[in-house]
């Protein structure tokens, strides 16, 4: 079974401040197949990076995504009030020989004013 | 543009069947698209319940797969959920989503569904 297991689980800042969220699955993996969402109370999630590294439409440059071999990291070079929601790492897991085909999320990091 | 609308019974019984429908415009669901239902408990994270692809080929959550059915209808272009057997477990905000690749850059504003008696 793929997990993914994102740290940390609370991540305190201000405005202004650098953030590095990371993200950590079982297997190595294609870039491909690694999506960040934005998630805020009372709406829906956000696409923020897929493949790893792409910036979705409208998403500012402050929004940056990585990987390097199961470490999935999102930086915010400088966060703006906006910012501060939950953030969630997701996972295409391939099938291979009939074993599960599908989605996996992690189970997010919140990202609060300090 | 694409949206999403999710609907259905805010209130469901334990033990009874969830349904929800996701109606697409902007879009035809039977162009080359895959969709995706989405859940979120209180105060949990995400969890991915499903897909389906416009020739109603589906995969599921293995936690879900004895209970869930994902299906289209394309007269109505809208995407259906069902969940049998539906416990308190089961309370959460349901979003539909529509894929483009390994992502879901497109979801519906969700809607809660609570299993209570």
């Known amino acids: 079974e793929i997990v993914l297991t994102q740290s940390p689980g609370t991540l305190s800042l201000s405005p202004g401040e650098r953030a590095t969220l990371s993200c950590r699955t079982t297997?190595?993996?294609?870039?491909?197949?690694l999506t960040w969402y934005q998630h805020k109370p009372g709406q829906a999630p956000r696409l923020i990076i897929y493949?790893?590294?792409s910036r979705a439409t409208g998403i500012p440059d402050r929004f940056s995504g990585s990987l390097s071999g199961t470490d999935f990291t999102l930086t915010i070079s400088r966060l703006e009030p906006e910012d501060f929601a939950v953030y969630y790492c997701?996972?295409?897991?391939?099938?291979?020989?009939?074993?599960?085909?599908?989605?996996?999320f992690g189970q997010g990091t919140k990202l609060e004013v300090k | 543009q694409v949206q999403l609308q999710e609907s259905g019974p805010g209130l469901v019984k334990p033990s009874g069947t969830l349904s929800l429908s996701c109606a697409v415009s902007?879009?035809?669901?039977?162009?080359?698209?895959?969709y995706s239902w989405v859940r979120q408990p209180p105060g949990k994270g995400l969890e991915w319940i499903g897909q389906?692809?416009?020739?109603?080929?589906?995969r599921y959550c293995p936690s879900l797969q004895s209970r869930v059915a994902i299906s289209i209808d394309k007269s109505k272009n809208q995407l259906s959920l069902q969940l049998t057997s539906v416990t308190a477990a089961d309370t959460a905000v349901y979003y539909c989503?529509?894929?483009?690749?390994?992502?879901?850059?497109?979801w519906g504003q969700g809607t809660l569904v609570t299993v209570s008696s």
């Open positions: 989503a529509r894929h483009s690749g390994f992502s879901f850059p497109t």
């Open positions: 902007g879009a035809s669901i039977g162009s080359d698209d895959y």
């Open positions: 389906i692809y416009q020739s109603g080929s589906t």
């Open positions: 297997q190595s993996v294609e870039s491909r197949f």
């Open positions: 493949s790893a590294s």
């Open positions: 997701q996972q295409y897991i391939p099938s291979f020989s009939g074993s599960f085909s599908g989605y996996t």
